[in-house]
C-alpha cells in the first residue's frame, strides 16, 4: 500500500522552520541537542572521511545548515574545496560565512531541495549528510537522493551518513521512542518531549538502517560500515 503523505509538512514550511532557526545550527562543540551523541556522530563520521579519502580535495556537505560537518571536516582535511547545500538561505548563508574562514579552497552554495540537485558526475571526494535524509519520503524520493549521491562520486569516494532513523520492528521502534522520550526530558521537562515527537510526527519520516543500507548497496555502494547507533539516531557510510 502507498503511503499518504499529505499530512507531513511540505517543503515550504520545512524550509521556514530552518531559516528561523540558525543559531540553534551554529554550535561546533554541542552539535544539536535534540540529537543523541551528536559530537560523537560528527566526529566520527568526519574521522571516517579522512581515513577513507586522505587525498581529498572535494567535499559536498548536504543539508549543511550553518556548517557544522564542514567545519569538524575542514579541521581534519586543511583547505578543502567545498560545496554547501541546503534548503535555507539563511542557514547556507552562516554556513558559508564560517567555512571561508577556514579554508583557502573555494566555497560554493547551491539552495535547493535535495532531490531537485544537479550535481557534477564523478567529481567529489567526500559526501556529508547529517540530519537531512529523514525529510525523504516515499521510495522514490530515497532512490532518487541516493542514486545522485553516488554519481556525483569520484572513484573510491565516500558519503558519511548521521541521521534520525526509524526501527523496523514495532516493539523496538517502542523501545526507542521511550529511551529518546526519556533523553528529551533530561533536556527540557516533558513539554519539551512532547514538542520535539510532535514536529518529527508532522516533519520527519526517517528510515531505518536496514533499508538505508539495502538502498546505498542497491545504487552502487560498497564496503558499507555502521560507524554509531543510539537510540533513533545512526551514523553509516559507504565508499563507491
Known amino acids: 500500500m502507498k503511503t499518504d503523505y499529505t499530512n507531513r509538512a511540505t517543503t515550504a514550511e520545512i524550509r521556514t522552520?530552518?531559516?528561523?532557526?540558525?543559531?540553534r545550527f551554529s554550535n561546533l562543540d554541542t552539535g544539536q541537542l535534540t540529537t543523541i551523541d551528536a559530537p560523537l556522530t560528527m566526529d566520527l563520521c568526519t574521522s571516517a572521511a579522512q581515513y577513507i579519502n586522505p587525498a581529498a580535495t572535494?567535499?559536498?556537505?548536504?543539508?549543511?545548515?550553518?556548517?557544522?560537518?564542514t567545519l569538524k571536516m575542514l579541521s581534519k582535511t586543511a583547505n578543502l574545496n567545498c560545496t554547501l547545500n541546503d534548503l535555507s538561505?539563511?542557514?547556507?548563508?552562516?554556513?558559508?560565512?564560517?567555512?571561508?574562514?577556514?579554508?583557502?579552497?573555494?566555497?560554493?552554495?547551491?539552495?535547493?531541495?535535495?532531490?531537485?540537485?544537479?550535481?557534477?558526475?564523478?567529481?567529489?571526494?567526500?559526501?556529508?549528510?547529517?540530519?537531512?535524509?529523514h525529510h525523504l519520503r516515499d521510495d522514490a524520493d530515497w532512490e532518487l537522493v541516493f542514486s545522485k549521491m553516488y554519481k556525483s562520486l569520484k572513484p573510491g569516494g565516500s558519503i558519511w551518513i548521521s541521521d534520525l532513523i526509524a526501527h523496523d520492528s514495532p516493539a523496538i521502534t517502542q523501545l526507542f521512542k521511550d529511551h529518546y522520550g526519556a533523553y528529551l526530558e533530561t533536556l527540557g521537562g516533558v513539554e519539551?518531549?512532547?514538542k520535539v515527537f510532535d514536529y518529527i510526527a508532522y516533519e520527519d519520516t526517517p528510515r531505518?538502517?536496514?533499508?538505508?543500507?539495502?538502498?546505498l548497496r542497491k545504487v552502487g555502494f560498497k564496503n558499507i560500515e555502521i560507524l554509531h547507533k543510539n537510540s533513533c539516531f545512526a551514523a553509516f557510510g559507504g565508499v563507491k
Open 58 to 69: 572535494e567535499l559536498l556537505d548536504i543539508g549543511c545548515g550553518a556548517g557544522n560537518y
Open 192 to 194: 519539551y518531549r512532547e
Open 89 to 133: 538561505l539563511p542557514m547556507l548563508e552562516r554556513a558559508k560565512e564560517r567555512v571561508m574562514a577556514q579554508t583557502t579552497g573555494t566555497v560554493a552554495t547551491i539552495q535547493a531541495d535535495m532531490r531537485q540537485l544537479e550535481l557534477p558526475n564523478s567529481h567529489f571526494d567526500i559526501i556529508l549528510a547529517s540530519a537531512v535524509f
Open 208 to 215: 531505518s538502517v536496514n533499508y538505508q543500507v539495502d538502498l
Open 17 to 23: 522552520r530552518f531559516d528561523n532557526d540558525v543559531e
